[in-house]
């Protein structure tokens, strides 16, 4: 082919093409070469391509070669071509050149780097991090991406939670949810309060914070999860804490109002029933009236102990022994189908400070809720142990010695509704003829005035537990009483041995 009439054909292309000697140096470039490269024809013909880039051989070139061309700008830029080559003949019909066409795609090289650049920087921070994040697709509500934090916290594997339906880890009804979806949507970033179930079944409490980001030229919304349970807690727990505290107050108040009026009551019924003739048809009535009267005054008295907790005074007291002393006191109570025992480490007697009278009461109130939760018999554990720093939940113990206390029945159980409120004043499920409600509002008081806690756990069907926390006064004193135990030593020692069982039925 002669040279004219390749560079006529060559010219008017929008991808640039060289035009080699056998030997690499430049015959020709086309306009399109020069505009790309930046270099002008006249300064390179004669000059060796590999000033440009890197020589493709005549060898390559005979067998056309193609791929990734990598070359300079005049100005020492970098720049990609997508190359092919191949020999052309002279008229003689020997090869004569090496004719390179090269396709810019330094354009797309820069794209594509980009991307993963920005690929990678989305995997950094999406995957990388202690928190909690899911990619979630509004339009669908799957799960397009979670982060291993995610995977730890929902107990899913990643590729089980990737294409999971948030209706899967959010308790919202469907349509709720399909609205805060909306909502988020819409809003472009918003900070939300779920509840989120784990696959285990686990409720938490989370607080979501989602924002619009564009994946792939789709809008998505990235999920930060916080995991507030605790602190969900800890403010219900002091808003209890407060109302007791407030219902309290109130009760004393009223209960003080209320003593005064039953105070008058009495003495009129008093003063009535002695001017009475012994046969007069209306003394039933008026000492009706006094005995009632003798009742309310009992209640105010019970009121203010709970509003106030009585006025008495703290003394060291043996938890140990005024729990035997409350056990044989009430067993002749609890009737023949209810078996109380007592386990108690042998040897040790934790010292509490608080009234005896308080303790016992406390104990009293809460072994008779016992015996009441078993219409039809069955068994009462108290059981006590010293234990250091209890952790109670969501209640702030002083770290310490604690003497811990169980009353454990086998008994009718609650369910979750009531258990929340069965330390509230004037709360009972037994009717007005049968219980006042205050038992276990005096309780808590008794308990929390000593520097303790209290707390419950109960099933339907198979029990309740109730357990109260004491704190020690200096750790223990010995065990003085006699026992055939030989492995109590009656020093002080904290070692805690094989419980005994005392069983009172
Ligand atoms: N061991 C238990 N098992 C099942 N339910 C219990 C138990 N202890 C308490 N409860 C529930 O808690 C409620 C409140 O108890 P609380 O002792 O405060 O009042 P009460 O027993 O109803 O009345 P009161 O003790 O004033 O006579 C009870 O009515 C009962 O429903
Ligand atoms: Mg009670």
């Not at 140990?320 to 056990?327: D, P």
Request: hydrophobic share 40%.
């Amino acid at each position: 082919m002669a040279l004219p009439t390749l560079q006529a054909a060559l010219g008017g292309l929008a991808d640039a093409a060289e035009l080699l000697e056998l030997d690499g140096r430049v015959v020709y470039v086309n306009p399109a070469f020069e505009r790309l490269t930046g270099h002008d024809a006249g300064g390179l013909v004669g000059r060796h391509i590999s000033d440009v880039h890197e020589a493709v051989s005549v060898e390559r070139a005979a067998a056309s070669w193609s791929g990734r061309v990598d070359a300079k700008s005049s100005s020492g830029g970098a720049l990609a071509f997508d190359g092919s080559y191949s020999v052309v003949s002279g008229d003689d019909g020997a090869p004569r050149w090496v004719l390179g066409l090269l396709r810019d795609v330094t354009r797309q090289l820069h794209e594509e780097r980009a991307l993963r650049q920005s690929e990678e920087l989305y995997r950094q921070i999406f995957h990388s991090n202690q928190a909690i994040k899911l990619l979630v697709d509004p339009s669908t509500g799957l799960i397009e991406d979670a982060n291993l934090a995610a995977c730890d916290f929902y107990g899913y594997t990643p590729e089980e939670l990737r294409g999971l339906h948030i209706d899967r880890i959010n308790t919202l009804p469907r349509e709720r949810l399909d609205q805060a979806l909306l909502v988020a949507r819409q809003s472009g970033s918003r900070t939300f309060r779920f509840q989120h179930r784990r696959k285990s079944g686990e409720l938490r409490e989370v607080e979501v914070f989602t924002g619009g980001v564009e994946v792939g030229g789709r809008y998505l919304l990235l999920s930060i999860v916080h995991d507030v349970t605790e602190r969900v807690r800890a403010e219900a727990q002091l808003a209890r804490a407060q109302r007791m505290d407030s219902l309290g107050r109130l009760a004393g108040g009223v209960a003080h109002d209320f003593n005064n009026l039953l105070f008058v009551v009495l003495g009129e019924a008093r003063i009535v029933l002695r001017g009475l003739p012994e046969d007069d048809p209306l003394r039933a009535e008026v000492e009706r009236i006094r005995d009632a009267a003798t009742r309310a005054s009992e209640l105010t008295r019970h009121l203010l102990l709970f509003a106030r907790g009585g006025d008495v005074t703290p003394e060291p007291s043996d938890v140990h022994k005024t729990l035997r002393g409350v056990a044989s006191l009430v067993s002749s109570t609890l009737g023949h189908d209810v078996r109380l025992s007592i386990e108690a480490p042998a040897g040790v007697r934790p010292v509490a400070y608080i009234a005896t009278a308080q303790l016992e009461q406390a104990l009293v109130n809460l072994i008779i809720n016992a015996r009441e939760a078993m219409p039809h018999g069955g068994r009462i554990v108290a059981r006590l142990r010293v234990v250091s720093d209890p952790d109670v939940e969501h209640q702030r113990l002083r770290p310490g010695d604690y003497a811990e206390l169980e009353i454990v029945d086998d008994g009718v159980g609650m369910p979750k509704e009531i258990v929340a409120h069965v330390f509230e004043p004037f709360f009972t499920t037994k009717g007005p003829e049968h219980g006042t409600g205050l038992g276990l509002a005096i309780t808590y008081g008794i308990v929390h005035r000593a520097g303790g806690a209290i707390s419950v756990e109960s099933e339907v069907g198979v029990g309740t537990t109730f357990r109260v926390w004491l704190p020690l006064l200096d750790g223990l004193v010995p065990d003085d009483t006699p026992r055939g135990d030989a492995g109590s030593t009656g020093s002080g020692e904290r070692a805690v041995r094989a419980p005994t069982i005392a069983s009172l039925t």
